[in-house]
């Protein structure tokens, strides 16, 4: 069965589900949650990443192409705009502001910065880099000052800041596969290890560990997450459908580590043999203490679970009977119906939360984890203001970046496609 079967085949599935299994309601969702608010930014913001201040009271807005961060008041039922500031606004180039992290007291960000360079007389690119900057976040006229630089890989498009404040780790995804941003040949995904324990002043990249491509697929490093002890990371590896899980301690003031040096795990296809193409992943851990690692199979429609060592505990499938079926999703047989690419944990109520934003229905999906081996769909928000997306199309509200308050009260979400910020908190 070729690609284009297991996607026409999907969408066969999916119709068949949005006309008899979506007619009934799902029952016994402990949590539920509402939309509470979507803030309007304007398309060319370009809104992808959103972190929370730990008192909740804040939020972080990263805009890619306008290369902006913006400080967000959150309140009960409204976002209001505190701060903003772009960061390069002479800059009308390609280079963007492509991901951001808080450090664990919020006054500062690190945020990653893809460069490159073109040929003045024909246009073409000549060259692929990357950075990470140390941004100003409070509450002050300093907002948005940049306050450090370090150089790291090409294209870098996601970053991890350890909770003792000691690491940042980048994922530079090189992005050359499928048309993408860096056409330059020569250059190698990598994941970046950042010592800031001396302060941002004397920070400083102490290795690089290359992603030697497979004999299939380049190894581009997407997003990745810190365990708790700070020291295990796992890294998703878009392209060639893995996990990569590296000790920090093992890594630094050594020679020139590689994909070889790590442990790499391949993730498993969904029911129909779709490869999974992962994005987002977290840690968290259960009620009972035990710590995992989420990761959303952004092609395949899957969430999957896996413990520290790697092995996989849970493959769940999305199907059409968890999204109302009145929310958009894509039934074109060429793309996933709903794209979970983003993720946040939360605990409320005595269980464990997963919350992934589904990129095609314009909405967070939330599932309740009691025990790590089964996910339970608890609710579906919808975000955004206005929707063109219909139960046969995408949506173009793009819900992406996620985060979620410790206890679930607040969960903020980036849409990209509609330039906006939504708000959603518990159902009353």
């Known amino acids: 069965m070729t690609r284009m079967d297991l996607f026409m085949l999907t969408s066969l599935l999916a119709a068949h589900a949005c006309t008899n299994a979506d007619a009934t309601p799902a029952v016994g969702r402990p949590y539920r949650g509402f939309h509470a608010f979507t803030l309007q930014l304007g398309q ?4 992808e990443t959103v972190r929370l201040v730990p008192n909740g009271t804040l939020a972080v807005l990263g805009s890619s192409k306008a290369k902006r961060v913006t400080l967000v008041q959150v309140e009960k039922s409204a976002l209001t705009v505190l701060r903003t500031r772009a960061l390069f606004p002479d800059d009308s180039g ?76 980048v994922a530079n995804e090189r992005d050359s596969a499928w048309g993408g941003k860096c056409q330059v040949p020569g250059y190698s995904g990598s994941v970046s290890l950042v010592d800031i324990s001396q302060g941002l002043s004397a920070a400083i990249e102490r290795s690089r560990v290359t992603m030697l491509d ?21 890294v998703t590896l878009q392209d060639s459908h893995e996990v990569a ?8 003031d050594g020679p020139a580590w590689d994909s070889d040096d790590v442990q790499l795990v391949r993730l498993p296809t969904n029911s129909l043999g779709m490869d999974p193409w992962p994005d987002g992943i977290v840690a968290f851990r259960t009620a009972s203490g035990a710590e995992y690692f989420a990761v959303a199979g952004e092609w395949n429609d899957t969430l999957m679970i896996l413990d ?37 944990v939360f605990e409320a109520d005595g269980s464990s939360y ?39 199309t995408p949506s173009t509200v793009g819900s992406e970046g996620l985060a ?8 903020v979400c980036a849409n990209e496609g509609e330039g906006s910020i939504s708000l959603v908190r518990p159902a009353p």
Do not use: Y
Not at 308 to 328: M, Y
Not at 365 to 388: R, S
């Open 94 to 169: 390609e280079s963007e502001l492509t991901n951001l992290a808080l450090n664990p007291t919020g006054d500062w960000a690190v945020v990653t910065h893809s460069l490159e360079t073109r040929d003045p007389d024909t246009g073409a690119q000549t060259s692929c880099g990357g950075e990470i900057l140390f941004v100003n976040t409070t509450d002050s006229v300093s907002f948005g000052t940049i306050l450090g630089r370090v150089p790291v890989g090409p294209m870098p498009d996601a970053v991890a800041v350890s909770s003792d404040g000691h690491w940042v780790a």
């Open 354 to 392: 997963l919350a992934a934003t589904l990129k095609h229905s314009g909405a967070i999906g939330i599932w309740e984890v009691k025990d790590p081996a089964t996910m339970t769909v608890a609710d579906v928000v919808k975000v955004g203001n206005i929707d063109a997306g219909t139960p046969t």
């Open 44 to 47: 060319s913001e370009n809104p």
């Open 308 to 344: 520290l060592q790697g092995r996989l505990v849970t493959n769940h499938e999305i199907v059409a009977s968890e999204v109302p079926s009145d929310f958009p999703r894509d039934l074109s047989g060429e793309a996933p119906l709903f794209r979970p690419d983003s993720l946040a």
């Open 214 to 234: 497979d004999d299939t697929d380049g190894r581009e490093p997407e997003s990745l997450t810190f365990a708790a002890d700070n020291d295990l990371l796992a």
């Open 404 to 411: 979620a308050s410790a206890n679930g009260d607040t969960l």
């Open 245 to 252: 899980f590296m000790r920090i301690s093992a890594l630094v």
